[in-house]
């Protein structure tokens, strides 16, 4: 059984007055345990998928389910890191990371240790009484990637998480994330628009087109695990994002 | 400020920390030190009739007997109940004020997070609010007669607009990320309300507190002249009526000074609540 699976889904949206298809037809699994990177030009849609599996909204036709549970509102089960990290800027990084945990009225002895052992692995230690607007924009990411994994959810949902930041972070912030995996396993869908982000950090990529969004084709990175960023430099890497971008400039 | 005082030419030579605060105080106290001059001189060279306008320091006396004066000074009605008529008048702005925020903020922030609510609550709300609470006066008399409940309406009523609309504001404005993230999370409908969009609409509740003890002073001072008899807007009339116009300029003073100090009350409550917004 597949972690994650949409059947033929669609979705349209009403916009001036006529229909607008942004997902077309949707076939995608995901396997328990393995990350999958959803990769597109911006419209392609791949955001919109990501909202429809972590519940935002609903789609127009086709059926989502995660471990075999039909997707219908969201819940702590589908963790979302979004974009500009949503942090909420009235709590501290602390609070921050434990909210869904006194959300759900869990014990303080409960969450704690695993909440300073996740600020720890995200490198935030001695940063937990900070406000976010003390923060840079990749330690709030790293605040967002905590608190998601607190919730000990089935699956990672990452929308774009690193796509705002300047290219040294997001090189620092793809190695943490690449050793978080390592130690954590969690089946993740993540979006994003840099072919090399797709192939440095997944298991299986998955190339959309725009207009409609349709799923284009399907990668298998056979690069082996454990990985840094010394990948960046190898010919199979290289071979790996040579035969995407062939696939993305052949849609065109 | 110091933008304003940065004007003055680089070749001045060097610079005297010491020397600039006292300036910067200087200057600003310059006009109304001119101000004060020209009142006192017009009083004492007979430009202006004393009964009309009192010098300022005829007005000091007038005020120090308002204030610490004997009760039993015979033919001064208000020789020492300065403090008694502030209390009075503090107090119901305080009633009145407070009915404001426990109705106002509760109910503008539903109004701005359930369409269902604005679409029941807020015509009436916009309906109501052209409605100057000074012409509320007569209804207030009507169903409250001379007493301080009409004050205390008065005051809560003016208050409550702004507090209502600026809560509403706040809480229609939250970003809808955090709702998301909230929901993915596991808020229920009463933990988002409480502990999403409620913190969200912070800042413009605090807008709304402000602006709203504004008109809860002006509601209060307008209330006492009319349909109360305490308090310094009693005072203030009933000062008028028998010509002591060194107590109304007292009175005006007075007024201008509790309304201030209550605004710095509200700033320092503001960004308390608001201190994680001012760390950048």
Known sequence: ?252 | MSELVATSPRTAGPRLPSARPALLVLQMLAVPLAILLVWELSGRLGWIARGILPSPTAVAQGWWQWAVGHDAMGLNAYSGTWLANVVFSAQRVGQGYGLAILVGVPLGVLIGWSPLVARLVDPTVQALRPVPITAWLPFSIAIFGISAFGAIFLIALGAFYPIVVNSAHGARDVNRNLVRAASMMGASPLQMLLRVVLPSALPSICTGLRIGLGIAWTAVIVAEMIAVKSGLGYVLWDAYYIGRMDVVIADMVSIGLVGFLSDQLILLIAARLLRWKQQR
């Open chain 1, 1 to 252: 059984m597949s972690a994650i699976a949409l059947r033929q889904v669609d979705k349209t949206y009403e916009g001036g007055g006529r229909l607008v298809t942004a997902l077309d037809r949707i076939d995608l699994d995901v396997a328990e345990g393995t990350f999958t990177a959803i990769l597109g030009p911006s419209g392609c849609g791949k955001s919109t998928l990501l909202n429809l599996v972590a519940g935002f909204e609903a789609p127009s036709a086709g059926a989502i389910t995660v471990f075999g549970q039909a997707v219908r509102k969201p819940g702590p089960q589908r963790a979302v890191v979004f974009q500009e990290a949503a942090l909420f800027p009235w709590l501290s990084v602390w609070d921050n990371v434990v909210f869904a945990a006194t959300l759900a009225g869990t014990p303080k002895a409960e969450y704690e240790d695993l909440a300073r052992e996740l600020i720890t692995t995200v490198g935030l230690a001695g940063f937990e009484r900070h406000w976010p607007d003390q923060l840079s924009g990749g330690m709030r990411q790293r605040v967002g990637l905590a608190r998601a994994l607190l919730m000990r959810p089935q699956v990672l949902l990452m929308d774009e998480p690193f796509g705002a930041l300047d290219a040294q972070t997001r090189l620092q912030m793809q190695e943490l994330l690449l050793s978080v995996w390592e130690r954590y396993r969690k089946t993740i869908i993540f979006i994003t628009h840099d072919i090399d982000e797709a192939v440095l950090l997944a298991d299986t990529v998955h190339v959309m087109s725009a207009r409609p969004g349709r799923m284009q084709a399907r990668i298998d990175i056979d690069l082996p695990r454990p990985r840094s960023l010394d990948l960046l430099m190898q010919d199979r890497f290289n071979a790996l994002r040579r035969e995407i971008f062939g696939l993305i400039r052949g849609a065109h």
